[in-house]
Every structure is written in C-alpha cells, then in structure tokens.
C-alpha cells in the first residue's frame, strides 16, 4: 500500500517527547528564545510605565489569558489513568477485532472517571452517575467505550438529551444548587418522564456513591455488534467488573467527604497508582445471536433496559490494569476526546436512537472544545495505528505531510493511500433496512416500570432503606408540591410501599392498594411500611424475571481488604510493636494504613509517626479503624472528644474497628461504649465487627478478615449513636 505517512504511528514516546518543552534547562519563550529576566516587566526607568516591546511579558501573559478551554459541557469533572487491556482467550468466534483475539497482545488505554452533572471543580462524591471511558489504542485504530457506572440510562432518544441535561444542571436563574439532583427542574422533567424510572432507581442506589473508582463497575450501556471473520453478528453488552469488587459509600459519609477532601476518587486513584497498587477491572460481554433478539419482552435497542444476568450471563473474557498516572492533567486528562464513533473492524453499532444521536455528538463537542478538527493529533488522542489520509491542514496542524498529493485518485509521486477493501478494512455489518421516514418510538421501547421493579425487587432491605432515604432527601429540596406528588405517583408504579415510605417523609399519604390490611387502603406507619418492603412486585421487560442476581451491592462480592485504607489512632507513649504488627498484617494483604494522632511526626519517643492529624481527617475517609495500646496513648485519647468521634462514626458507617490491649479502652470510652455496656460488652461487639482483644497477633487476622467484609450492617446502636 502507498503510504502518505504523516508521522502518526511512529513511536508514541519520542512523540510525546517533542512535544513538551522541558528539555532545555535554562528558561525560554515559547519560541525558545533564552530569557534573561522571569521576575520584572521591562519598564522605563524603575518607577515608570511597563513598555509595549516586553514580549516576554505579553506572551506570557496571553497564554494566561487562554490557559482555560471550555470544561465538558457534562462529565466536567474527571480523573484518568494509563494502563493496558489483555484478553483471556481469543474471541475470534464472535469478532474479526484484533484486540480480542490475542492474549498475548497488551492494548494500551487511557481511562477516564468523572460525575456527570457538576462543574469542573465540584466534590467527587456528589450523588451522581460516573463516566466510565475506556480510550484503547489498538493496532486498528482507537477503541472507545465511553461507558457509565450505571447499564441503563435516563432516556430512549438522544433528542431528549439537551432537556435531560438542562433539567439536571444548576438551576439558571441562580446556578443552584451545583452537582445535584436535588432540585425542582430535575424532578420537574424526571416526573414527567416515564422512561428515566428504571434509571432513577439506580441513582438513588448506592450505586450512585461509590466508594473508589476501583470498586466500581463499568458498563458499555447499548447494545453494539460483534461482527467475525464470516460476517456473523452477535449483539453485546460490554462490562467491567471491579476484580476488588463493587462498593459503595453511605450517604452521611458522602456528604463529609465532600467537605473534608474534595478530591477523594481522584486522589485514592493517584496514590494507589503511585504506591505500585494498580486499578483493576475483568471485561465481561452479554452475547445475544442476530436473529434471536426478538425472543426478549425488552428491546435491545432500547438504552433503559438491561438484559439480566440469570437470562444472559456475563461472560468474564479479558483484564484491564490502570498503572501509571498522567503525566500532565491538562494535557492528558483534560485533552482527552473520547467519541462513540471509535470503534475497531470487528465491532459495530446497533440502532439504538441513543447511540446513533451520540455518534453525532462527540466528534461535535470536540471541535467546540478543543477547537480543531486536528484535535486527533494531540498526543493523549492520536492513535497507535498509523494515520494515512488526504485531510489536510486546519488549526494548529502537527503533522507535516510531504508531497503534493492530497486527493484521490491520484497517480502523482503514488502517494495517494488506497483504500482497504480487504478483511482488515472496516465494513458495516450489511443489515437490511427499510421504512418510512417517521418520527416514532417503536411500541417495544413501551414498557418504563417493569425494570425499575426488576431494580426494585432485586436489592437486599438495606439497599431498599437506602434507596428511601435518597428519594426522601432529594424530593424534600424539592420546593413545588405538585412535583413530589407527581413523583410519588412515578413511583407508586414501580413499588407502592417505596412511594409510601418516601411518602412519610413529605407529609403526604400515598394509597398502597391491597398490600395493606387498612381498611382505607392506606398505611400511617414507617413500622407498617417497613414490614411490607421486601415483597416483590410483578416486572415486566424482565424476561419473565422478578429479581435477577448482578444488581445487588450486597451480594456475591469478591471478600479481600486489598486497597482498603487504616486509620490507626496513636498518640505519646502508643505501644509501636502492636502499630507495627498491624501496619505488617495489612501490607500483606494489600491494605494501607495511617497514624492519625494529635499532632504531626514522632509521637514523644515510642517510635511512631502520625502522619494524619484529627484536625485534618476524619473516619469517613478511612474503611476501618486499629487504636493499639499504650497506656499514655490512650489516656491522652480519650480526653480527645474527636478520637471518640472516630470511632463512634466509624461505627455508624458500619466499619470494622480493633482495639489491642488498652487500646479497648478508648473504645469503652465512646458512645458506642456505653451502650454495649450492660449488652453484653465486648462479646456483643465482635458479633457486630468491632473487636477487642489483648492477644495483637490474633487480632490483626480477625481484623483484616471484617475488613474483607465491607460493611457491618448488623450495628445494634447505629441510629442511637449521634456522630
Ligand atoms: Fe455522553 N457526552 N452523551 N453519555 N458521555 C459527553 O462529550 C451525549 C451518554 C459519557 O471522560 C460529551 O467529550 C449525548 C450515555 C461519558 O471525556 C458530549 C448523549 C453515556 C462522557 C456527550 C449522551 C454517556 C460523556 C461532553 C445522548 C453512557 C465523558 C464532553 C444521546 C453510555 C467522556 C464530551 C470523558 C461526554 C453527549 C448520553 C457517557 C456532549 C448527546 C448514554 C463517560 O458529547
């Protein structure tokens, strides 16, 4: 083949080493002109006016001046990694795409994470959607799967988008509230909007605080095609599942994070990266074969609908590690251009009206950020694969094309590149199609309940109380009436007890139908309620399914405390062997630890360094928490009102906690002390994941294994504790 090289596959590195300017180690311009003076304008005299001619101070100033670019217009804020994708075992039967043939091959990738509805600098931990981006440089070009932590979406038709988005972000008037949902334009839209039910649900899940970026799962969203060497189609659902396993926060820890470290998600990504613990995820794919689609009772165009897991398993088929931070947030992260439209021979859309709107969309929104259509060759966007074509020119055009030819056909200098018509060439999957040109949602896109009570049916009671409470927190910032009512009466379609529950929140009495025993048809208690909440109720879209496995938080994740992070309260005269024992039983499974203490560096002289202070951290943004013994230590502790408070809201999110020696003392000294007195004291508390014990190296185990678990929902005095 005749090539037009413009540069673009050549090695990646050296690309990406001309293109910064830091290899000169004295101070230049932008057109590397030594500069002699960095601290003061050139001005006449000491005292007199800043002269024109000083372009080293005006080209500084003006690349100031145009340092910003437009911040995503959704999924503003965001963090990403390098890494590479490995598949298990060749997938040639179901796909020509190179990068899920090979198992020896290792694709590099760039993922990004980011909130949906928040502005650039709001807090990771907002109630949101992720973005879930997955940028593979193949050998055929770049792969996207510009995914989402959540399998559905709130809409059927990309028109819809725009009036989604609008409804979401800060209201216009006044630009509140930022990145929340909490607010009458969403409900406003959502309450009219019967196909965002299913998706709402999983909003107010837990789903929608994930712990880390690490536990969290990733999904392609539509249904696309698999296309083999012979032309067959299977359709597909890509996923990622988490291999430390999905987890979420709760929402009170939410709410602090949000305050105490902004940068949570981010953050946990940069220094598990930095410490050699890379983020890991297994691909699975759904497979249904063409032809056999019809045999669902959902549309697998339709972006709202799953297809669940106990119908069509996840097939576990490759692993991505991300382990290498961005050298440069702008450049990289910030330059990122993800669009729908990458896609690889061997793989092909469906005609899902989301998807093919989104087609449009994304080359579109690049342009208008970046400015360019050359926004191709930024270094974190130009693909692997060599790039050989007649486009030419435009804004800040890198490549330098040789030759006059930039057309075909062309029979000058041979330079013109031919098409690949062979297999390697990307072909549309040939589908038969015909129609009227109408303006329509197909009737199988009909059904907006039925998943949302799949969603509904198949969470575990906490996950149920969580989705609650979510609702009763955001319907309440809701200010018109007739919006909360018209929403409970969204949700009395998906579960009469949860509109009921929700409905206790907002002074407003919802009929739950035969459910209840009441005579009048309605229910006046939370207790009432509560004990109607785990009936199922009837789906549909399903699959003839009432609950399916694969949705709940609470069910089937891996048990490990890798990646999980300590907090171990230390002050003076803290016994630093048992500090020491638990920072070893900790390493070797994975887990980090920090000693917070009352102050920064050594604590008197046993040894030990906190490296955390009460005043600039708290337990929410620990998994767990270790008080070792020392008598001092822990005499000096419990005088500490925010060392109990550690604790006591350690606690209440669930998390395990240990104390060796005296360090069980400082427990006792809580409130959650003083109410498993007289309970059955420290027996009472192992049961519950809160373990006290003199004998350290016993301890450490135990320890590590309520790690593994997660969370404690079996917390007796929970609700009485007030941290
Ligand atoms: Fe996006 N979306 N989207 N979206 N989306 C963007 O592209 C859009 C949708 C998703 O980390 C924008 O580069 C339309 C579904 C992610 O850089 C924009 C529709 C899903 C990211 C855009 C959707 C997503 C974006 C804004 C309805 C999950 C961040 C900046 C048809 C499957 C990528 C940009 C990153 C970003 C348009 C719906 C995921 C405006 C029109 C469904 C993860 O092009």
Redo the contacts with the bound molecule.
């Keep these: 083949m005749a090539k037009n090289s413009n540069g673009n596959g050549q090695n990646k590195d050296q690309d990406l080493a001309r293109a910064t300017s830091e290899s000169a180690n004295y101070l230049t311009d932008n057109q590397g002109h030594p500069v002699g003076d960095d601290q003061n304008s050139l001005r006449a005299g000491p005292r007199g006016p800043t002269l024109l001619e000083d372009y080293i101070l005006r080209e500084k100033i003006q690349h100031f001046d145009h340092e910003r670019i437009p911040e995503?217009?959704?999924?503003?804020r965001?963090a990403?990694a390098h890494g590479y994708f490995q598949v298990y075992e060749s997938l040639a039967e179901y796909t020509s795409a190179k990068v899920l043939q090979d198992p020896s091959k290792k694709t590099p990738v760039f993922v990004?994470?980011?909130t949906?509805a928040g502005s650039r600098g709001s807090a990771d931990t907002a109630r949101d959607?992720r973005?879930?981006?997955v940028k593979m440089y193949t050998e055929d070009g770049n792969w996207d799967i510009?995914?989402?932590n959540i399998p559905v979406?709130f809409?059927q038709?990309?028109i819809?988008?725009?009036d989604l988005i609008h409804a979401v972000k800060p209201e216009p008037h006044n630009e509140i509230p930022q990145a929340a949902s909490a607010h009458d334009t969403f409900y406003d839209f959502i309450s009219l909007t019967p196909e965002s039910m299913h998706m709402l649900m999983w909003v107010m899940s837990d789903r929608a605080i994930p712990r880390s970026f690490a536990t969290m799962e990733g999904?392609?969203?539509?249904t696309f095609r698999l296309i083999n060497a012979q032309g067959t189609s299977h359709f597909v659902k890509f996923h990622w599942k988490p291999v430390l396993g999905a987890h979420s926060l709760v929402w009170d820890e939410a709410v602090k994070i949000a305050g105490q470290d902004a940068d949570f998600h981010r953050r946990a990504m940069w220094e598990s990266i930095e410490q050699g613990t890379p983020f890991e995820w297994e691909m699975g794919i759904q497979l249904i074969p063409e032809g056999e689609e019809s045999k669902y009772d959902f549309d697998v165009l339709d972006?709202t609908k799953l297809w669940p897991e106990d119908l069509i398993p996840v097939r576990i088929v490759g692993k991505m590690t991300l382990d290498r931070n961005p050298d440069n947030y702008f450049a990289e992260t910030e330059q990122?251009?993800?669009?729908t439209t990458n896609i690889v021979p061997g793989i092909d859309f469906s005609n899902d009206p989301?998807?093919q709107?989104?087609n449009?969309?994304?080359l579109?929104?690049?342009l208008s950020?970046l400015g360019s259509p050359n926004f191709s060759e930024l270094p974190i966007n130009r693909p692997l694969a060599q790039v050989s074509n007649n486009q030419r020119d435009a804004h800040m055009r890198y490549t330098i094309n040789k030759g006059r030819v930039s057309y075909a056909p062309a029979t000058l200098d041979g330079h013109s590149p031919d098409e690949t018509t062979s297999a390697r060439g990307f072909h549309s999957y040939p589908q038969d199609v015909s129609g009227q040109k109408v303006r329509v949602r197909s009737e199988s896109f009909g059904d907006h309940y039925g998943q949302a009570r799949l969603f509904w049916n198949s969470m575990a009671p906490v996950e149920k109380e969580h989705i609650v409470k979510a609702l009763q927190f955001e319907l309440s910032k809701v200010e018109t009436r007739d919006i909360r009512v018209r929403m409970l009466g969204q949700l009395a379609q998906i579960n009469e007890v949860l509109a009921a529950q929700v409905g206790l929140a907002l002074g407003e009495k919802v009929q739950t139908g035969a459910k209840t025993a009441k005579p009048n048809g309605t229910a006046d208690s939370a207790d009432e309620i509560a004990a109607l909440a785990n009936a199922s109720s009837p789906t549909s879209a399903s699959g003839g399914l009432e609950r399916t496995s694969g949705l709940s938080l609470e069910e089937g994740q891996p048990q490990t405390a890798k990646g999980r992070k300590v907090a171990i309260l230390a002050a003076p005269g803290v016994a630093a062997a048992q500090v020491q024992a638990v920072q070893d039983a900790l390493a070797a499974e994975g887990a980090m630890a920090e000693v917070v203490g009352p102050y920064l560096g050594a604590l008197g002289d046993s040894g030990v360094e906190a490296t955390k202070t009460f005043a600039n951290s708290g337990s929410v943004l620990f998994d767990a928490v270790y008080v070792p013994g020392g008598a001092a230590s822990v005499a000096m502790l419990q005088k500490q009102g925010d060392a109990r408070k550690f604790i006591d809201e350690a606690y209440k999110h669930g998390k395990a906690i240990a104390a060796s020696a005296e360090g069980a003392d400082l427990v006792m000294a809580t409130e959650l002390g003083r109410f498993a007195q007289g309970n059955g004291g420290a027996g009472a508390l192992a049961e519950q994941g809160v373990l006290l014990s003199k004998d350290g190296a016993a301890l450490a185990r135990q320890f590590v294994a309520a790690i593994a678990q997660h969370r404690f929902r079996n917390r007796a005095y929970a609700e009485m504790v007030a941290a």
């Design positions: 995503r217009v959704v999924h503003a965001g990403a990004r994470f980011s949906v959607v973005g879930f981006a510009v995914g989402n979406f809409i038709d990309a819809k988008f725009p999904f392609g969203v539509h972006a990122v251009a993800f669009m989301l998807l709107g989104r449009f969309s994304y579109d929104t690049q950020r």
